[in-house]
């Protein structure tokens, strides 16, 4: 029995090898530092966020709710694939198991949808605040908060649970090298020795499916804030309400725009190099950008971090 043959029927008994973003880089250690220190930058950053947003008064609203909401997911979401792939490069083992594989595809892709759809629940929340400003504490009411996020956990673990066992239960059999640093579902999908195209265009129609319904609630909110934006009278108005929207736009596009990439470009685009940095984009990059983007462009939260730096020093005086 030749070795490709025993791969097919022992797929799920064997480790698969993940080439890893290191296998790319001239500098690995370098590399390796750098990604430790933004995945540190990424943890404190979201974690202080979600303190901050749980501890001051001032920031228990809707919006700091679905932010504290995104930071979570973020932690979670960079701490699915990065400390692997450092733990595999300082102790020079690349193997991941079958099982393994399975709960971080299903890991990544729940947190994923779940943020896709988080997304447009904040876009949702800020066209109530800006265009229906009266009924806000109504449509936006605590238990509607929760709905609305509960919902999004819900979609994005439907999204787990459809792909991950699919994929998974196809034979393997061209090699076990993942040209990637985390088990996607693209990149297992090129292992296959048997043909995937059918199942490949049902994972193509479910991620239009799962970024069109985002994607049109977030365009539908922000067409109609731009035009209440246009309307307003007051200038003070017009800039906070353009300042709070931009901020969500630049999380909205960073993000959507890698996964379209990702997802549903054809197969022609796609090099394993181009597809690794793309994913570190979105994985590593994005969980760091997004509480700077919150963070740093908001006064609210600046303030509760002076705050907290304040009796912090206080304290220790």
Same mark, same amino acid.
Request: proline share 4%; hydrophobic share 50%.
């Given at each position: ?13 064997? =480790? ?10 001239? !500098? ?18 979201? #974690? ?9 008064? !001032? ?37 991941? *198991? ?26 949702? =929340? ?11 504490? $109504? &449509? ?49 999908? +090129? ?22 319904? @985002? ?5 539908? *909110?922000? #067409? ?5 934006? !246009?309307?307003?009278? #007051?200038?003070?108005?017009?800039? +906070? ?6 901020? !969500? ?10 996964? $379209?990439?990702?997802?549903?470009? @054809? ?24 509480? &700077? ?5 908001? +006064? ?18």
């Amino acid at each position: 029995m030749d070795n490709s043959t025993w791969v097919a029927n022992h797929t799920g008994q064997l =480790d698969f090898i993940l080439m890893g973003l290191f296998s790319q880089s001239k !500098h690995p250690a370098l590399l390796c530092v750098v990604i430790f220190v933004i995945f540190l930058m990424a943890l404190s950053g979201n #974690s202080i966020l979600i303190l901050l947003i749980h501890s001051n008064a !001032h920031l228990q609203t809707p919006m700091y709710f679905f932010i504290s909401q995104l930071s979570l997911m973020d932690v979670m979401y960079i701490s699915v694939t990065v400390p692997k792939m450092l733990m595999d490069q300082v102790m020079g083992v690349n193997e991941i *198991s079958a099982s393994e594989c399975g709960m971080q595809m299903f890991l990544y892709l729940t947190l994923v949808g779940s943020e896709f759809f988080l997304l447009a629940a904040m876009a949702y =929340d800020r066209y109530v605040a800006i265009c229906h400003p009266l009924r806000y504490s $109504i &449509l936006m009411s605590h238990r509607v908060c929760h709905i609305l996020v509960s919902g999004c956990w819900f979609l994005g673990s439907v999204d787990g649970f459809m792909l991950t066992p699919v994929t998974m239960t196809f034979p393997f059999c061209k090699t076990r090298e993942i040209h990637h640093f985390f088990c996607e579902v693209p990149a297992l999908m +090129k292992l296959s020795c048997s043909d995937t195209s059918l199942y490949e265009t049902l994972m193509y129609l479910c991620c239009v499916l799962m970024l069109l319904i @985002p994607v049109t609630v977030i365009s539908s *909110s922000y #067409s109609f804030i731009l035009l209440t934006i !246009h309307r307003m009278n #007051s200038a003070e108005g017009r800039k +906070k309400a353009f300042t709070t929207c931009s901020s !969500h736009m630049t999380v909205v596009i960073l993000f959507f725009g890698a996964a $379209i990439y990702t997802y549903m470009l @054809p197969s022609s685009y796609h090099t394993p190099e181009k597809d690794m940095i793309v994913s570190a984009f979105y994985t590593i990059l994005t969980p760091v950008l997004n509480p &700077l983007i919150y963070s740093l462009r908001n +006064k609210d939260v600046t303030g509760a971090l002076k705050k907290m730096l304040n009796m912090g020093s206080v304290t220790i005086l």
